[in-house]
């Protein structure tokens, strides 16, 4: 979700009620050479033969001087040491990378905006090290192609840690995000996003993970999100492109105690707290096989997300294959259309274990407003095989399930309370309080980083989804 402090991004007129509005797009342009006749660009990635890797500090003193003499097929292999620095790059198909994760450090002291910022460039690969203390973002692709960022720790960050925009095709692996007002891990405003995030560690941020209109062959597997104020919480909303959010696939997370009380976090993290894997408007998603324990609200739950003054109105079903490319000329009403609420629907929950939820372990809800408006009858999310121990409505796997006909029931017995989430709110944190989050431990570090290949990364791997099994719950 969105920053309200950074107001740059698109439509910073909306009052979102489930949302904080506008985070930072950079728009910056780059000379990398004109497009050949067959349509590849000029600035492919160089052959292994000429293939330079470039030494910080030996050859040059600085990540950022490194960066500007590379060429597309080139290595920034960076020394130990801490940068105090705030690196652009605008030369595709580079590899940046740390020969220590935990001693390789840019550091921007409380001062500058991005530790590592990739601007509209493709191929752009970072590894093996640290960024702290920036007053916006650790390392962040926005307008990229074929990113990938692995054994990356962010923390102390002022807006998000390890942070994809308006990015397609990546990957984010073997990472650390901790300390971020909003969220640990972001990938937003894409689809299809063909995007993987696996094996990453997301604690004390505003949300673990957040994910704005974004979806579509994207996956976040086999990763844990602890301590944050709120888990997992991919949402809609129409101050960002590319509406709704949809088809994710969350699967084989750990994703428990997300009750930060007294970390950094955005409005939006507030409202969202207490609750471990949080549907807020996103469509078709597909939870399943995931660990999620110890929360003050829900374990898991399909929630509306009302936006005053949106902007536009979800678009028709038989558009939402659109691609985001089709989609952003579109046009928009002039003036706002006033509120709109992004139901959660079409989402499958299935062989998740919950438990130790203060409001219920899972739950499935939404707001009428006018008559024929979506109820929660109407959602068409649906679950199965899940372990838990409440649900709301009750019985809930009775009510919706994903193979068959339900029951018959009736959906307000044991109805969600909204306005839980809407009126009891912790207090607002003060701004600077990600400053003085925890720092992490020493986190493992690439494997032979000093020598380890770097070739053209083409996009990430789609992984096996049916193999991933409920993780065990962690001593």
């Given at each position: 979700m969105s920053n309200p402090s950074a107001s740059r991004r698109r439509l910073g007129r909306a009052a979102v009620v489930l949302a904080a509005l506008a985070t930072v797009v950079v728009g910056c342009s780059k000379d990398d050479g004109a497009d050949k006749a067959d349509g590849t660009s000029s600035t492919t990635a160089a052959s292994a033969a000429e293939a330079t890797v470039i030494r910080v500090p030996e050859?040059?003193?600085?990540?950022?001087?490194?960066?500007?003499?590379?060429?597309?097929?080139?290595?920034?292999?960076?020394?130990?040491?801490?940068?105090?620095?705030?690196?652009?790059?605008?030369?595709?198909?580079?590899?940046?990378?740390?020969?220590?994760r935990n001693e390789v450090i840019l550091d921007g002291e409380f001062k500058l905006e991005n530790g590592i910022r990739i601007l509209d460039t493709d191929g752009v690969v970072v590894e093996n090290m640290?960024?702290?203390?920036?007053?916006?973002?650790?390392?962040?692709?926005?307008?990229?192609?074929?990113?990938?960022?692995?054994?990356?720790?962010?923390?102390?960050?002022?807006d998000y840690g390890i942070y994809a925009f308006d990015s397609y095709h990546g990957q984010f692996d073997h990472s650390y995000?901790?300390?971020?007002?909003?969220?640990?891990?972001?990938?937003?405003?894409?689809?299809?996003?063909?995007?993987?995030?696996?094996?990453?560690?997301?604690?004390?941020?505003?949300?673990?993970?957040?994910g704005t209109n974004s979806g579509?062959?994207?996956?976040?597997?086999?990763?844990?999100?602890?301590?944050?104020?709120?888990?997992?919480?991919?949402n809609a909303g129409s101050y960002e492109l590319c509406y709704p959010g949809r088809a994710n696939t969350i699967v084989g997370n750990v994703v428990h105690d997300n009750n930060y009380m007294d970390g950094p976090g955005i409005d939006v993290s507030l409202m969202a707290q207490g609750n471990g894997i949080l549907l807020a408007g996103s469509i078709n998603n597909i939870v399943e096989r995931n660990l999620v324990y110890n929360h003050d609200r829900?374990?898991?739950?399909?929630?509306?997300?009302?936006?005053?003054?949106?902007?536009?109105?979800?678009?028709?079903?038989?558009?939402?294959?659109?691609p985001c490319s089709e989609t952003l000329d579109d046009e928009i009403p002039e003036e706002p259309v006033g509120t709109v609420i992004w139901s959660a629907t079409g989402n499958r929950f299935v062989g998740n274990v919950v438990e130790n939820s203060g409001m219920a372990d899972m739950a499935s809800s939404t707001i009428a407003l006018a008559e024929g408006d979506l109820t929660t009858k109407d959602l068409n999310n649906c679950f199965s095989g899940n372990t838990f121990a409440t649900t709301s409505p009750t019985d809930l796997e009775a009510l919706a399930p994903c193979d068959g006909t339900g029951n018959g029931g009736d959906f307000e017995a044991g109805a969600f309370d909204l306005l839980k989430l809407i009126a009891e709110q912790p207090a607002k944190p003060d701004k600077e309080s990600y400053r003085t989050t925890p720092v992490p431990p020493a986190q493992e570090s690439m494997p032979d980083a000093a020598t380890a290949p770097h070739p053209r990364f083409e996009g990430p791997v789609k992984p096996d989804v049916a193999a991933i099994k409920v993780p065990a719950k962690p001593a």
């Open positions: 050859d040059h003193k600085t990540i950022q001087a490194a960066v500007k003499a590379a060429k597309p097929g080139d290595m920034v292999l960076v020394g130990k040491g801490v940068y105090k620095e705030a690196v652009d790059v605008e030369v595709d198909d580079i590899t940046i990378r740390g020969v220590d640290t960024a702290r203390n920036y007053v916006s973002n650790g390392f962040y692709w926005t307008g990229s192609d074929r990113y990938r960022g692995s054994y990356l720790t962010a923390y102390r960050n002022g995000g901790s300390g971020s007002p909003d969220a640990g891990f972001y990938i937003g405003q894409c689809f299809e996003c063909d995007a993987v995030i696996d094996n990453v560690v997301s604690e004390y941020n505003g949300l673990g993970y957040s579509g062959e994207l996956y976040i597997i086999n990763s844990t999100f602890r301590n944050n104020r709120a888990g997992v919480v991919p829900t374990g898991i739950a399909a929630v509306p997300f009302p936006e005053e003054d949106a902007s536009d109105t979800p678009p028709p079903a038989d558009e939402l294959d659109r």
